[in-house]
């Protein structure tokens, strides 16, 4: 037996129907805020990630993958979204199109991480991106985005935490405090982090190890280090967001992987999830397109974890979805088939699922089938039923049934749910 690559996953009924229904309905709500779909190859060279999300992070030295193709060039399957949108806004011209530009992508992405629940390898994200505009008020409407989409999936024990890392400018100055702070411990630090010091010292940060984690928290806290602009900035992002009733909860210990992030950042936090808590990232990222070659256009937007949020839905959202219930139709001889196929493309133009018995099994044989498939109600098209313009209609809750002329039996079983027969 041939088995999937691991950490790779197969996404089966019924689970998949959420997938769907959570993408529909993040197309509606992002679709209804003005931003629109952008679909991008999951390959791109090597060099994209290197330079956007950057060298010294834990995604570019470990988690991609990376290959030569037959031509010896060095492709990478996408770990993430972001560098992609800024690619392709440079590539395509779009700072020519009228600003800002709003833009969403859902899509797999790649790392080769540990396998453990909600960290996979191949993984899902939906995510944002809003380009050309470097207010507070940008920001607000990115995390507004954010809660309305959670909101209508019916999240509401998620929180929202928010930091504020500064300017680039900032950087030396918090890094050199850093330093400072953890000279005294810098032989307690982790193989990885004592790297860090003189590569990436700020990606000790987000360093995992309960050691690290433990220096770094008794640390100064990159936000109380940034220029008064920042701060101005992220004070104003979280005022516009309590004046629209969204909370959020400074966290002053939030940094994010990834290199390309200043002012306001953010994720959002499952307390179902355990290990995996975090189910969305995002903040802004002001020179990453500059930095690509591109116009200095600023820009914010987060990325969900798809597989981490469907894990940890609302159940009356799984319910809404998994709740509709097809109508089967069995055509009891030869004859009968056309009329059941009809009948089927009636039911599903008024809003109805309908499956037709295809394998020729008997009455009863189908009935059980319809049981077990979770149908409501089975339209039993026989001869003599035909023969008088009328079908058999079975409630297969009551199982309860009655004659019902043909030309009345879609508007009666119309809509997701129907209504019974009387
Ligand atoms: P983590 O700290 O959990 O490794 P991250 O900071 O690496 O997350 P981001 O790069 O911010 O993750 O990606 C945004 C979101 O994508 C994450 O919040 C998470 O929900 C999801 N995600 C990231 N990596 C994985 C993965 N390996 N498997 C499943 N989901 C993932
Ligand atoms: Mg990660």
Redo the contacts with the bound molecule.
């Keep these: 037996m041939i088995r999937k690559v691991k950490?790779t996953r197969d996404i089966l009924p019924p689970e998949s129907p959420l997938w769907a229904a959570v993408e529909a309905e993040a197309r509606r709500i992002f679709g209804g805020l003005g931003y629109e779909e952008i679909r991008l190859p999951v390959l791109e060279p090597t060099e994209l990630f290197v330079r956007g999300v950057g060298e010294g992070t834990?995604?570019v030295t470990k988690?991609m993958y990376t290959f030569a193709d037959r031509k010896g060039r060095s492709l990478t399957l996408r770990?993430?979204g972001t560098a992609g949108v800024a690619r392709a806004f440079i590539e395509n011209g779009l700072a020519q199109r009228p600003q800002p530009q709003r833009l969403y992508y859902i899509g797999p992405?790649f790392?080769y991480?540990k396998m453990q629940r909600?960290?996979?390898?191949q993984?899902a994200?939906i995510?944002i991106e809003l380009l050309g505009a470097e207010t507070p008020q940008a920001d607000v409407e990115v995390i507004m985005a954010l809660h309305l989409f959670l909101a209508a999936l019916g999240f509401d024990d998620l929180e929202i935490q928010l930091n504020n890392l500064g300017d680039p400018e900032d950087r030396p100055r918090f890094v050199a405090g850093l330093k400072r702070e953890l000279e005294p411990h810098r032989e307690e630090l982790c193989g990885d982090c004592r790297r860090r010091w003189d590569e990436n010292p700020l990606r000790i940060l987000?360093c995992?190890v309960p050691t690290c984690r433990e220096l770094v928290a008794a640390t100064t806290p990159i936000a109380e280090l940034v220029s008064p602009e920042a701060r101005t900035h992220v004070e104003a992002v979280e005022r516009g967001l309590a004046d629209l009733g969204i909370p959020v909860r400074r966290a002053p210990r939030l940094v994010?992987?990834?290199d390309y992030y200043l002012r306001t950042v953010f994720?959002?936090v499952s307390p179902q999830l355990g290990e995996?808590?975090?189910?969305?990232?995002?903040g802004r990222y002001d020179r990453l397109i500059a930095d690509l070659g591109g116009p200095q256009v600023p820009g914010i937007g987060?990325?969900?974890?798809?597989?981490?949020?469907v894990e940890v839905l609302p159940e009356p959202f799984k319910a809404r979805v998994l709740g509709v219930r097809p109508v089967v139709v069995l055509p009891l001889a030869g004859e009968a088939v056309p009329a059941a196929f009809a009948l089927a493309r009636d039911l599903i133009g008024r809003g109805s699922r309908a499956q037709v018995e295809v394998t020729g099994r008997s009455l009863r044989a189908a009935l059980k089938w319809a049981t077990k498939i979770g149908a409501r109600a089975a339209v039993i098209v026989g001869p003599d039923e035909l023969a008088a313009g009328e079908v058999t209609v079975r409630d297969l809750d009551r199982g309860e049934q009655e004659r019902v002329p043909l030309a009345d039996v879609a508007a009666r079983l119309a809509g997701p749910a129907g209504t019974a027969p009387a």
């Design positions: 950490g834990d995604i988690e770990p993430e992405m790392r991480e909600g960290r996979y390898r993984f994200q995510g987000d995992k994010r992987g990834l994720e959002v995996g808590a975090v189910i969305c990232g995002g987060f990325a969900i974890g798809e597989d981490r949020l």
